[in-house]
Structure formats: structure tokens, C-alpha cells
């Protein structure tokens, strides 16, 4: 017979998320049924992934029955020598209770019929309660590794997008560099060419012309390198400007993070 030793699972420190687990009623298609219940400060997804994930590891799968996570023949506590049926199911705690869900837990004879005039086996309601006490702290961890997880996704495309910007920033910052370097050049070779024109003042005309056209293309070619540079530099500037936004991303989700870390020591 499988066991399922719920007392390992305890956290102390992370109980406090959740109310007691408490018995109330339910409705199934008219019937009032009794039930364990506990609120969870999660979405039902994830509440009712958790769940799955912990049965799993226990041995028990699910099935699906009209809105309930069923798992079939497990026993309640350690002790439990009898097994039951038991009916899961996750519902939202209202539209004001934003990210809280109420897990319900119905346990049923074994292959009880469904739905049974009377599902709930009364003589396991405390035993139920006390088993959503002990599942509350492995929806606790398992949604802290979710959140853990994606938030760090988060911060990793927020710190990939950061790097490439300053790659970007250092590409620009080179061909400033380069830019700089070919105006400097050309400013000597504007000095040289002007040198060139006047020596040739006595000179034929097609040499005049030969040292001329030699000026007027290190002009043209100046001015075309003026223009990338500014442009250039404004390339660089937006760059910073994006850089500095991106920089306050990584900033928050870095904060985002430490929150999450924090919020489930």
C-alpha cells in the first residue's frame, strides 16, 4: 500500500501565506456536498499544477472528472489503512481577491460512484482538512520556483538587451573613432593639395586643373565625413539614451527578483 508521509512537507515558514484549511459546503449539480477547503494566494493554474506535481511525486496521476482533478485510492495520512477517492478542484476566490484561489477537496469511498447522491466521506473530513494543511507548503515552493524561474527569464532578456546596447555603444564609439581619424587625414591632405595648387601656379593648365580637381575632392570628401560623424554621434547619443531607459529595466526586474527571493524566505 502506498503512503504518503505529509509531515516531511512542512515548512514553517512559508504556512503564514495560507488561512487554515477549514470545512465548509459545495454545490454539485444541485446537491450540497461536504468539503475541505483552503485559500491559496495564487492563480488556480499554477495552484492546481502544484497539486498534480505533488501527487506525482507521491505515485498518484489524475484524471479529469466533470471540473474535478480526481486521484483515485490514496491514503489521506500515514496512518491511513483505508483509501480514498479525492476530488480536487481550484476555483477563484472572487473578482476582488486578485491572484487568491480556493482549493476545494471532496474525499469520496473508493470507486464511489459519481456523482454520488452523497460523494463526501464524512468520516475523512478532518483528515482532508488536515491534508490541504500539509499540501500548502509545496504549492508554496512549486509557485516559488515558478515565479523565481520566470522572473529571472525576465531579468535575462532585460541585462541580453543591455549588453547588446553596449555592444551597439562600442561599435558606434569606433566608428567615431575611425571617422575621426579619416577627417584628420583628410585635413592633411587638403593642406598638401592647396600646397600642391600654388606651386603649380605657373604650371599648365591641364596640371592646374590635375590639382584642382585633387582639392575640390578632399572638400566633397571632408564634407561627407563631417556628415557621418554627426550623424554618427547622434547615433551614439540615442544609444546612451536608450541604454540609460534599459539600465532602469534591468534595475526594476533585478528589484523584481529580490522581491520574490524575499517575499518566500
Not at 459545495?26 to 505533488?54: C, H, M, W
Not at 464511489?112 to 509545496?138: I, N, V, Y
Not at 603649380?200 to 575632392?217: F, G, H, L
Not at 560623424?229 to 541604454?243: G, H, V
Amino acid at each position: 500500500m502506498k503512503s504518503l508521509f505529509f509531515s516531511g512537507m512542512c515548512i514553517l515558514c512559508t504556512t503564514r501565506l495560507f488561512a487554515q484549511a477549514y470545512i465548509g459546503e459545495t454545490e454539485l449539480r444541485s446537491t450540497k456536498q461536504a468539503a475541505a477547503f483552503i485559500r491559496v494566494p495564487y492563480d488556480n493554474d499554477p495552484v492546481e499544477d502544484g497539486l498534480k506535481q505533488y501527487m506525482m511525486t507521491k505515485g498518484f496521476k489524475s484524471t479529469s472528472v466533470n471540473g474535478f482533478v480526481l486521484f483515485r485510492s490514496v491514503p489521506l495520512d500515514g496512518m491511513d489503512t483505508v483509501l480514498n477517492d479525492l476530488y480536487f478542484k481550484a476555483d477563484a476566490a472572487g473578482r476582488k481577491e486578485k491572484d487568491m484561489t480556493i482549493l476545494s477537496l471532496i474525499p469520496a469511498r473508493r470507486n464511489q460512484e459519481f456523482p454520488g447522491r452523497t460523494l463526501a466521506d464524512s468520516s475523512k473530513l478532518e483528515k482532508a482538512r488536515l491534508f490541504l494543511d500539509s499540501l500548502a507548503p509545496f504549492i508554496t515552493s512549486y509557485n516559488t520556483r515558478l515565479q523565481l524561474t520566470s522572473q529571472q527569464e525576465i531579468l535575462g532578456k532585460a541585462q541580453k538587451k543591455m549588453n547588446s546596447l553596449r555592444s551597439d555603444s562600442s561599435d558606434l564609439q569606433k566608428k567615431i573613432r575611425n571617422l575621426q581619424t579619416d577627417l584628420d587625414q583628410n585635413q592633411k591632405d587638403q593642406v598638401k593639395a592647396a600646397a600642391d595648387l600654388q606651386t603649380s601656379i605657373n604650371a599648365d593648365d591641364d596640371t592646374k586643373k590635375k590639382y584642382q580637381k585633387r582639392v575640390n575632392k578632399n572638400l566633397d570628401e571632408e564634407s561627407s565625413l563631417q556628415k557621418k560623424l554627426r550623424r554618427t554621434k547622434q547615433d551614439l547619443q540615442d544609444k546612451i539614451n536608450e541604454m540609460e531607459k534599459q539600465q532602469e529595466e534591468v534595475n526594476k526586474q533585478q528589484l523584481g527578483l529580490n522581491a520574490v527571493r524575499t517575499r518566500n524566505i
